[in-house]
């Protein structure tokens, strides 16, 4: 890349060399940022400095100390400016902010494609790759129906229900993101090449990985965490007793996100992870309106693509008819006249809506004749 980096561009050049480094994963390199700081510190971090932390053994110091040549990452990041993928750094502004809170976050995020603020308002739908027709049909159903509601579908891209979530996104629409478990340059499965343009179309391919990372086990367990990071609730549908797409749940459980399963035949082996997730405690969807119900609320109000302001999912549930009157109610208390007064439209029909939103609990009655716009 030359002579004259940027600040920000030598600062970003550090972390992908530290991202490039075998053996460092998320947790090595939280715990080398808290005893260290950055990147940059730690890759000026004598070989006996780095074997004083915790946890870095004889290997790991030598991977940091003796490192490719500098010109490794710098084709990394050439590379990628060439193909028009973006890196984004957990210290950027537009890194998405759900990961954020997770306690291990990608510290680089390679994006092909779009990340837009609307897709703070995120649904995973994950499950088997070998899965019935029924469960096909469920997971495109239902990420259609929420794609239509405003909701941005995320999965992994594998075969079987990943794909027919994405699928059931794109054909509706609406957006979708794929997080691989490989870089960018290895498209996996390799048949999903086409469906990965797709993607990129209405929404973006995500990963932690390097561009050249090729397809190993050991990485799809921890890629599920930024499926479930990416989103507020993960919807499970034919999750088998030993199905990966249970690390997904039990990541959703650590980051404080909403657990649902969709149910399925009860002799079945194909459904026996969703049915003892649904025991244990996880919500039992019955429609997409048990999704919208159950997801908590967005932890800043969002605008979505037809640039209206939601507070909690449920909203995205209402007519045309039944916004326009939420959007007569505010964050503040305001009497039942008020509201009534500030609008042109029928009265009966104003109080009889305000009922139906106060029932559907994204309005909320106070005592002496107030009203509230619910956020929780």
Request: net charge neutral; proline share 5%.
């Amino acid at each position: 890349m030359g002579e004259s980096l940027s600040e920000a561009d030598q600062k970003l050049l550090d972390q992908i060399q530290l991202n490039l480094i075998q053996g460092v994963g998320p947790r090595i390199r939280r715990n080398l940022q808290e005893h260290l700081g950055s990147a940059s510190q730690i890759l000026k971090t004598s070989r006996q400095e780095l074997l004083n932390i915790p946890g870095i053994g004889t290997k790991l110091a030598n991977a940091i100390i003796y490192r490719s040549a500098k010109s490794t990452a710098e084709e990394e990041l050439k590379r990628c400016r060439e193909n028009g993928y973006q890196i984004l750094s957990e210290d950027q502004d537009h890194y998405p902010t759900l990961l954020r809170e997770m306690p291990d976050p990608p510290s680089l995020l390679y994006c092909k494609g779009s990340l837009l603020p609307e897709d703070e308002l995120a649904v995973a739908i994950v499950g088997s790759r070998k899965c019935t027709i029924y469960g096909l049909q469920q997971a495109e159903k239902i990420a259609g129906v929420l794609a239509r509601a405003g909701i941005t579908v995320v999965s992994g891209l594998a075969r079987g229900i990943d794909k027919a979530a994405h699928q059931g996104a794109l054909k509706a629409g609406g957006r979708t993101i794929a997080v691989m478990a490989t870089g960018l340059s290895h498209i996996y499965p390799p048949e999903h090449q086409d469906l990965s343009e797709e993607v990129v179309n209405q929404g973006a391919l995500v990963t932690e990985f390097p561009l050249d990372q090729a397809p190993v086990a050991g990485l799809f367990p921890q890629r599920n965490r930024i499926i479930s990071g990416l989103s507020m609730g993960v919807v499970l549908i034919e999750a088998g007793r030993k199905s990966g797409a249970l690390h997904t749940a039990r990541h959703a459980y650590e980051q404080g996100r909403e657990v649902f399963a969709v149910p399925g035949r009860i002799d079945h082996p194909a459904s026996a992870g969703c049915h003892d997730l649904i025991r244990d405690g996880a919500m039992l969807v019955r429609s997409v309106e048990d999704i919208l119900e159950g997801l908590g609320p967005a932890k800043t109000p969002v605008m979505t693509a037809q640039n209206r302001q939601v507070h909690t999912p449920r909203e995205l549930s209402l007519s045309e008819f039944e916004r326009d009157i939420l959007n007569l109610v505010t964050l503040e208390p305001q009497h039942l006249n008020e509201i009534v007064q500030s609008s042109s439209l029928d009265s009966s029909r104003i109080l009889s809506t305000l009922t139906i939103l106060e029932m559907r609990k994204v309005v909320k009655r106070l005592p002496g004749g107030y009203l509230v716009r619910a956020t929780s």
